[in-house]
């Protein structure tokens, strides 16, 4: 429970700072950034175009020591119509989740980033006017620390 609290608020601040930002979609010159925990929705494909999105989703939860350590995985998709643009828009949506990672270290003062930050593309051979990209970022989960005569437990 405690990952899908991390993505959805994940999430809450990814839909804030691509907010403002309008891309070219198939057939829909100005559409917002769709961000999505986890899945693309069945029904969302029946009323709007898919692309520009972001899905964050959990790749991996680990125990290690007493950490519990969250790697959280960021794909993005973009269109462009404009062939030699195809990047572009990947990359700046990329950036603002990068910037957002490395300002807000600490998130529902719970989940600490951990200084991990990783950015590729799905393929060096894209289907233009599809570009995909994919960040990687891992988080601890911030545990009880018991300390001997002290009569609370602090996080």
Same mark, same amino acid.
């Given at each position: 429970?405690?990952?899908?609290?991390?993505?959805?608020?994940? *999430?809450?601040?990814?839909?804030?700072?691509?907010?403002?930002?309008?891309?070219?979609?198939?057939?829909? &010159?100005?559409?917002?950034?769709? +961000?999505?925990?986890?899945?693309? &929705?069945? %029904?969302?494909?029946?009323?709007?175009?898919?692309?520009?999105?972001?899905? $964050?989703?959990?790749?991996?939860?680990?125990?290690?020591?007493?950490?519990? $350590?969250?790697? +959280?995985?960021?794909?993005?998709?973009?269109?462009? %119509?404009?062939? %030699?643009?195809? =990047?572009?828009?990947?990359?700046? $949506?990329?950036?603002?989740?990068?910037?957002?990672?490395?300002?807000? &270290?600490?998130? *529902?003062?719970?989940?600490? =980033?951990?200084?991990?930050?990783? =950015?590729?593309? +799905?393929?060096?051979?894209? &289907?233009?006017?599809?570009?995909? %990209?994919?960040?990687?970022?891992?988080?601890?989960?911030?545990?009880?620390?018991?300390?001997?005569?002290?009569?609370?437990?602090?996080?």
């Amino acid at each position: 429970m405690t990952g899908t609290n991390l993505i959805y608020t994940i *999430a809450e601040h990814i839909r804030n700072v691509t907010k403002d930002y309008k891309l070219l979609a198939e057939y829909q &010159p100005d559409k917002k950034v769709s +961000v999505y925990e986890f899945d693309i &929705p069945h %029904g969302d494909c029946e009323t709007d175009s898919y692309i520009p999105y972001v899905i $964050i989703s959990p790749k991996l939860i680990d125990l290690v020591d007493r950490d519990s $350590i969250i790697t +959280v995985a960021f794909l993005i998709a973009t269109y462009s %119509g404009v062939k %030699g643009n195809d =990047w572009r828009d990947m990359l700046s $949506i990329s950036e603002r989740i990068r910037q957002f990672i490395l300002t807000t &270290p600490i998130l *529902a003062e719970k989940y600490l =980033w951990r200084n991990n930050f990783t =950015w590729q593309p +799905v393929s060096t051979e894209q &289907p233009s006017p599809f570009i995909l %990209g994919y960040i990687e970022s891992d988080y601890t989960i911030a545990t009880p620390e018991y300390i001997p005569n002290y009569p609370k437990v602090r996080f």
